[in-house]
């Protein structure tokens, strides 16, 4: 249901690509349902858009 992107800290909303946080509010609607999602046990899928070059091997 949604991507968090670990470098970043972006959250997205799969089904229509809406970034829900950061948001400007934590009042937001979509923040809001994201919240109650993630505190109910949902997972989302994490993706890390570190450069390579960034990337400690």
């Known amino acids: 249901m949604y991507t968090l992107d670990i470098h970043t800290g972006i959250v997205i909303r799969d089904i229509d690509g809406k970034q829900v946080a950061p948001c ?3 009042e937001d609607p979509d923040f809001v349902i994201y919240q ?4 109910s046990g949902g997972e989302p899928t994490i993706v890390d858009s570190t450069p390579i070059s960034d990337q400690v091997i």
Do not use: L
Not at 36 to 39: V, Y
């Open 24 to 26: 400007q509010s934590a």
């Open 36 to 39: 109650k999602w993630a505190n």
